[in-house]
T-cell receptor
Framework: GAVVSQHPSWVICKSGTSVKIECRSL??????MFWYRQFPKQSLMLMAT?????????EQGVEKDKFLINHASLTLSTLTVTSAHPEDSSFYIC????????????FGDGTRLSIL | AQTVTQSQPEMSVQEAETVTLSCTYD???????LFWYKQPPSRQMILVIR??????QNATENRFSVNFQKAAKSFSLKISDSQLGDTAMYFC??????????????FGKGTKLSVKP
């Protein structure tokens, strides 16, 4: 089946650092990628939607200058958490979708981000 | 706006028995998909089953089946012959059918299922 690779799986860094998370579709072209955030014992909340070659669409309340999303190719999207602070600590997970709406999205394994 | 409600924060079941997880949703759309995802402690999101709203027949995947009641906006998941490996968080999710492209998933708050030996 389709595979989505997300790296890193776990990152710990100091407050003020910028962290980049990559999401790659390994065997299909991902025209759309979604970035979700999940706090402990809570559900997944959509942060933004990115289409290849276009600017990402952010959900209300998500700071676009803090969470930079780039979707430069049909196989790669990146989420950069800029000047991260402890409140940005969370589980970030991407999903990738091809063109056809009748095919399911494929999730990466997620990134656990811990800001000290 | 669409909403998904899972009213059971936690459930438990004995191994080999059957359990049903509830999900209701609210939407004015007529064409959409519904999903159940499993998230084990590893936190991977694993698709369990998918239902297309225009199909009346309930989806089935081995031990997993759904009871889709479109008029009632209800989408419950039945797990038969529960196994220890079924222990996980289960999320119900909604996705609008945009026809030519994919939309985002809207998730319920989840139900934590524990299968006891």
């Amino acid at each position: 089946g389709a595979v989505v690779s997300q790296h890193p799986s776990w990152v710990i860094c100091k407050s003020g650092t910028s962290v980049k998370i990559e999401c790659r579709s390994l065997d299909f072209q991902a025209t759309t990628m979604f970035w979700y955030r999940q706090f402990p014992k809570q559900s997944l909340m959509l942060m933004a939607t990115s289409n290849e070659g276009s600017k990402a669409t952010y959900e209300q309340g998500v700071e676009k200058d803090k969470f930079l999303i780039n979707h430069a190719s049909l196989t790669l999207s990146t989420l950069t958490v800029t000047s991260a602070h402890p409140e940005d600590s969370s589980f970030y997970i991407c999903s990738a979708a091809g063109q056809e709406s009748n095919q399911p999205q494929h999730f990466g394994d997620g990134t656990r981000l811990s800001i000290l | 706006a669409q909403t998904v409600t899972q009213s059971q924060p936690e459930m438990s079941v004995q191994e080999a028995e059957t359990v049903t997880l509830s999900c209701t949703y609210d939407t004015s759309e007529n064409n959409y998909y519904l999903f159940w995802y499993k998230q084990p402690p590893s936190r991977q999101m694993i698709l369990v089953i998918r239902q297309e709203a225009y199909k009346q027949q309930n989806a089935t995947e081995n031990r997993f089946s759904v009871n889709f009641q479109k008029a009632a906006k209800s989408f419950s998941l039945k797990i038969s012959d529960s196994q220890l490996g079924d222990t996980a968080m289960y999320f119900c999710a909604f996705m609008k059918n945009y026809g030519g492209s994919q939309g985002n998933l809207i998730f319920g708050k989840g139900t934590k299922l524990s299968v006891k030996p």
